[in-house]
């Protein structure tokens, strides 16, 4: 049973490439967001999605871009990586809106040079 | 965004001792979530709560969701070292767009020596 699973789990981006990082579930949640984690900071809700063709910004989305074209990929892209965004990124399930228990993947390791 | 703090930071325990960690939020929240990240690995729910009052047990821990509305605390007991980790607090909140966000605490990192 995969859950969510995250590519690729580490990454170097030099500054200014862009690139995405993949998420896909198979539980059929309506849905999945994206977080960044930074040492002291908790979990920051980057963009989420209510289900297939809506999305919406969370707390820090500034440099980053989602789409969500079928239930289960949720792809998070950097159009132009920059220092500031190396960081560890999780991206999360859920059945429902209210449902409190959201599924993480294992996580992506950012670094931006 | 909400305003919830997290304490301890971090603990560092002998093995067998009881840990006890606290939430306090801004704001009345009506779920209260816990959640433990190991290393290399995503956050897992441990418990939920949903009422004021309610005081909810899974194995060793054991978490309350304040009489208030505004803090939540988390108890291990006889701690062992599988309890490393990090352990987040996290609010269920309805957005401006109608929808419903987690917001974490910026989480307590503990550490326990055998």
């Given at each position: 049973?995969?859950?969510v ?38 979990l920051r809700?980057i ?25 289960e990929?949720?792809?998070?892209r ?23 228990e ?12 | ?47 939920a ?18 009489i ?36 974490f ?10």
């Amino acid at each position: 049973n995969a859950g969510v699973t995250q590519t690729p789990k580490f990454q170097v981006l030099k500054t200014g490439q862009s690139m995405t990082l993949q998420c896909a579930q198979d539980m059929n949640h309506e849905y999945m967001s994206w977080y960044r984690q930074d040492p002291g900071m908790g979990l920051r809700l980057i963009h989420y999605s209510v289900g297939a063709g809506i999305t919406d910004q969370g707390e820090v989305p500034n440099g980053y871009n989602v789409s969500r074209s079928t239930t289960e990929d949720f792809p998070l892209r950097l159009l132009s990586a920059a220092p500031s965004q190396t960081s560890v990124y999780f991206c999360a399930s859920s059945s429902g809106q209210r449902n409190t228990e959201a599924f993480f993947g294992q996580g992506t390791r950012l670094t931006v040079v | 965004g909400q305003q919830l703090n997290q304490s301890p930071q971090s603990m560092f325990i002998q093995e067998g001792e009881d840990v006890s960690m606290n939430c306090t939020s801004s704001s009345i929240f009506n779920t209260w979530l816990w959640y433990k990240q190991e290393p290399g690995e995503g956050p897992v729910l441990l418990i939920a709560l949903y009422k004021a009052g309610e005081l909810t047990s899974n194995g060793r821990l054991t978490a309350q969701f304040g009489i208030t509305r505004k803090d939540s605390f988390l108890n291990i007991s006889a701690s062992i070292p599988s309890d490393v980790g990090i352990y987040f607090c996290a609010l269920l909140s309805r957005s401006g767009a109608g929808s419903y966000q987690l917001t974490f605490g910026k989480g307590t990192k503990l550490s326990v020596i055998p």
